[in-house]
């Protein structure tokens, strides 16, 4: 049974769909795009009773480990301020607040994007002993 799944997929400068152009636009002075290939992870979650066992950080290292071998530069995700335990997971991931995006009323509604540089050097920091089952679509 999966119990833990992320959804990723390349943004480029040039984007052409009408969400990706204005992601990237957002994202522009804080991420370098040209010559770089940045991978956006759009969506992800664990079960609720399968949390805090490690397995959300397992498939974010076996992400990272297949974004360095395709080329990929940097890892980029978004959040929001009130999904605490997402941004205490990313955190704990060593990812880094790249921009902060407050709406005009809520403050838990505040968008964080968050961003890892993916250098050879980050594998040998990885410790999740899950194992990590692949599906392609």
Do not use: C
């Not at 009773?49 to 992400?63: K, P, V």
């Not at 050097?121 to 599906?135: K, M, N």
């Amino acid at each position: 049974m999966p119990v833990s799944f992320k959804v990723a997929h390349e943004i480029r400068e040039d984007e052409t769909e009408p969400k990706l152009i204005d992601l990237v636009d957002r994202l522009r002075d804080h991420i370098v795009f040209p010559g770089r290939r940045i991978l956006y992870t759009w969506i992800g979650g664990t079960r609720r009773d399968w949390r805090g066992q490690g397995h959300f950080r397992a498939l974010t290292e076996q992400q990272e480990m297949w974004a360095i071998a395709q080329g990929f530069d940097e890892v980029v995700v978004k959040t929001k301020n009130r999904f605490y335990e997402m941004r205490g997971t990313l955190d704990h991931l060593r990812f880094e607040v790249v921009k902060y995006r407050t709406p005009s009323r809520h403050n838990a509604e505040s968008k964080v994007y968050l961003s890892k540089k993916l250098v050879p050097e980050l594998l040998g920091r990885h410790r999740s002993a899950r194992t990590v089952v692949q599906a392609t679509i």
